[in-house]
RNA sequence: GCGCCACUAGCUCAAUUGGCAGAGCAACUGACUCUUAAUCAGUAGGUUCGGGGUUCGAUUCCCUGGUGGCGUACCA
């Protein structure tokens, strides 16, 4: 943008000095606010234009006549007639305008004092030019609403910061656009629909907490003035829905903004939608299940064979999933069996990998990078990675045959990192030792350590079933469906750094 | 965080080696009764992101600040 450092020419520059184009709109504003409602209080729709162009034959055979409202996109005259296309939320339809039909004064008003922008509604019958537009012979026409900004120009893309900065422009140019969010809406209400189906209670849990938990990760910091205590914004909602399964809410879940203080970039926001669920008696196999089963149904929502193209590539959801464990795919990478490999073997074989190794890295956290570096990139069908070491996951339940690992479970699809899951520990003494083991951490100075929750301990020391959880990255998972490869595509107001003079 | 690149009219972009700052769309005036990136004739629109420096002269070179894009690091 070349006006966000606040020049003279910036239309923002309010009613002081108002930009020319403004000044423009305004005076006609005027003018036409001597005959005509500027904002009037409704519209009586007949038809939208979906329905319109599903419905022309009989439309048109039957002479309806036709009332409807949109956004002035462009006006084409060829001297006493007028071509506009009105776009509404799902499609654009042509008015046709006719001095003749209107007589002057109301040709003049939308000849002239209408802008491109504007919010009409027309009335008249629908027909089609002779070069096969479909269009309403216009016969009266309400103004809605008065637009004293421009449009951005039509015929190319608005750059990526436009359109996330003022995504009503992008939206209001860009049917895709608002076609994406649309599809994000509805992925979401499926999602809802199929925990409904599997009998989960959807639950809402503290956004605003006094400690934060259930993820590694750095938190936001706020401040509650009456009570002069620090809050943190939530990282997870994890410690919270596992309080509900002490209480007996058999299958919970909640679909909600988590916050981590954290880098962006086109997987990351600092506000994110995360969905977690946990239920009562299942372990990590029993949310594998669910995960494919979810995943399975969204694919073929949207393509009945279950295949999905993402970029370059087609995902196949209509088959398994891929099941390997996290350490036999290390060993297929690295030819070696790193389960029987002490630190210092494992910090060579990073090394001989290229992984620069940092002072504070556990083995386990070596481990984590080697993964990340060898496998994941590889893992492009939908794939459970399985059996993680321990240190990584203080809320898992220790493997029931192998020591050192945890029963835990991370979904890969396209490269990334779709879903995360354990049977939950509910051994209060373990998960004391661990806790105490990440407040060792976080006073050694990491950061993204987890506290010890008292609150949390006392609840698990009441009894927690056996219990399987999963969180799943919305935006992520919606970024997969609508082949977008950019998270803020998928937000309609992704972070974005505050513009200064 | 770090590195590289970018920022010029409302929008999308040009501008040769440091030498008069331009186009398309949008706007304004006029012509045109089936146009569709309408067309035609004309007009107007600029603190070249902010600040500093070098120079006779800076959109251009240097320093600094801001915002963005890409890569990289951390993370989901």
């Known amino acids: 943008m070349s006006d966000r450092n606040g020049n003279p020419q910036d239309p923002d520059n309010g009613p002081e000095s108002p930009h020319r184009l403004i000044e423009a709109r305004l005076q006609k504003m005027a003018e036409l606010g001597e005959s005509v409602e500027l904002y009037p209080y409704g519209f ?72 491109i922008g504007d919010w009409v509604g027309v009335e008249g019958k629908l027909f089609r030019t002779r070069t096969g537009e479909l269009s309403i012979h216009v016969e009266d026409f309400t103004f809605l609403s008065k637009a004293i900004r421009p449009l951005p120009e039509k015929y190319h893309d608005m750059s ?46 503290p956004v605003l907490q006094s400690l934060y938990g259930g993820a590694t990760a750095r938190p936001f910091k706020t401040h509650h003035n009456a009570l002069d205590m620090t809050l943190y914004l939530r990282i997870a909602d994890e410690l919270y829905l596992k309080r509900l399964i002490v209480g007996g809410l058999e299958k919970v879940y909640e679909i909600a903004k988590d916050f981590r203080n954290e880098g962006m970039d086109r997987t990351h926001n600092p506000e994110f939608t995360m969905l977690e669920c ?3 008696y299942w372990d990590y196999h029993d949310m594998m299940d669910l995960m494919e089963r979810l995943m399975r149904r969204l694919a073929r929502g949207i393509s009945a064979d279950g295949k999905l193209k993402y970029g370059e590539v087609e995902l196949d959801f209509s088959q398994p999933f891929g099941r390997i464990r996290f350490m036999d795919a290390l060993q297929d990478k690295t030819g070696r ?15 001989e990998h290229g992984i620069t190794l940092k002072k504070g890295m556990g083995r386990d956290k070596i481990l984590d990078e080697l ?21 990584l996951s203080p809320l898992a339940k220790a493997h029931r045959e192998t020591e050192g690992l945890v029963e835990r479970f991370e979904m890969f699809v396209a490269g990334f990192e779709l879903s995360n899951s354990f049977s939950e520990l509910n051994d ?32 698990m020391e009441q009894g927690m079933p056996p219990t399987g959880g999963m969180g799943i990255g919305i935006d992520r998972l919606v970024m997969l469906l609508v082949d977008s490869n950019n998270i803020r595509d ?12």
């Open 44 to 115: 009586d729709r007949s038809h939208t234009s979906e329905q319109m162009r599903a419905d022309e034959k009989s439309l048109t055979e039957a002479e309806t006549k036709v009332r409807y409202p949109g956004r002035i996109m462009a006006k084409r005259g060829t001297g006493k007639t007028l071509f506009v296309p009105v776009q509404d939320e799902r499609g654009t339809v042509q008015a046709y305008f006719r001095k003749d039909d209107l007589g002057d004064e109301a040709f003049h008003r939308v000849q002239k004092l209408m802008d």
């Open 160 to 205: 990526l910061e436009n359109r996330c900065r003022r995504r009503y422009l992008d939206l209001a140019m860009n049917q895709e656009s608002r076609e994406r969010f649309r599809r994000r809406s509805e992925i979401i209400a499926e999602i809802r629909a199929f925990f409904a189906e599997e009998e989960f209670l959807e639950v809402e849990t």
């Open 278 to 280: 946990y239920a009562a």
């Open 337 to 351: 069996d790193l389960m029987a490999a002490d630190d210092e073997e494992v910090a060579a074989v990073a090394r």
């Open 371 to 391: 993964f990340s570096e060898l496998v994941e990139p590889g893992l492009v069908q939908p794939t459970f990675v399985m059996d993680h070491p321990k240190e």
């Open 428 to 459: 209060p003494r373990e998960q004391r030792e661990r806790f105490v083991a990440q407040k060792a951490l976080l006073e050694a100075g990491d950061e993204e350590a987890q506290q010890l929750d008292e609150d949390f301990l006392q609840a």
């Open 490 to 501: 998928v937000l309609l107001f992704p972070h974005m750094r505050p513009e200064q003079s």
